[in-house]
């Protein structure tokens, strides 16, 4: 039996996890969060994986852990910066590592139907809109920084993170990027393709957050049958 701990364990996330662990015949020996945090950094027990959806504050015991212990991690923490997110590529020289933002299969297809889409409609016009329920606390979210991606690889087309006042015609090539937050919706992300009389819309629908977890918790399982290494959802799953 794979031995695992939960880093921010006490949100609903935290807890999901932990029930999909034991679920899934994994044995829980531990949860962390804001009130134990500090433990990961000595004395909490050597596991073969930690899965951490806590806040980036974390982050910095979750290596530590994983420093020591040799532990794999799957992160689903967002975020991130970019340091933070160098910091885990580097974890993945000699632990076994996963981030995402969405551990959804669904939404993993929806990055690769975008992608394909928008090579194939190259030069229409493009906006990302999320939705997340009224506690969510970054925006955009991660699963929309990663569409992003997936519509431009390479990062050199303008970004519009909303649009107010006499803003002027729209720039060609511009992103837009939209969040909307209200109620208790679980993640609705939209990928609009807008080309002259005709649009194309991508949409995934996250009715609870279960999904986010099954999903993890199967990366998990995975992560031990791998090599030490970085690596993303699609690629876990799919490859």
């Known amino acids: 039996m794979a031995s695992a701990i939960v880093v921010g364990g006490s949100g609903r996330m935290g807890r999901l996890v932990c029930e999909e662990l034991l679920a899934r015949g994994f044995d829980v020996v531990g949860s962390y969060d804001v009130d134990n ?130 803003v002027g015609a729209r720039v060609p090539g511009e992103i837009g990027m939209h969040a909307v937050r209200g109620g208790t919706v679980a993640g609705t992300h939209e990928v609009h393709f807008f080309g002259t009389d005709e649009e194309v819309c991508l949409t995934h629908r996250a009715t609870s957050r279960q999904i986010f977890v099954t999903g993890a918790v199967a990366a998990a399982a995975r992560l031990l049958t791998r090599e030490p290494g970085f690596y993303d959802f699609d690629t876990l799953m799919f490859d």
Request: aromatic share 4%; net charge negative.
């Open 37 to 166: 945090i500090d433990e990961l950094d000595g004395s909490a027990p050597a596991v073969d994986v930690a899965v951490d959806f806590s806040a980036p504050a974390s982050l910095p015991h979750t290596l530590a852990y994983a420093r020591r212990t040799g532990a794999a991690v799957v992160s689903g923490t967002t975020g991130l910066s970019e340091d933070q997110l160098g910091e885990l590529r580097a974890l993945g020289e000699k632990n076994r590592v996963i981030w995402a933002s969405n551990y959804s299969l669904g939404v993993a297809a929806l990055r690769r139907a975008t992608a394909m889409v928008a090579r194939t409609l190259d030069g229409w016009d493009v906006e990302i809109v999320e939705t997340h329920h009224n506690q969510k606390v970054d925006a955009p979210s991660g699963t929309a920084k990663a569409l992003l991606v997936a519509v431009d690889p390479t990062g050199e087309r303008p970004v519009v993170g909303g649009r107010e006042g006499i």
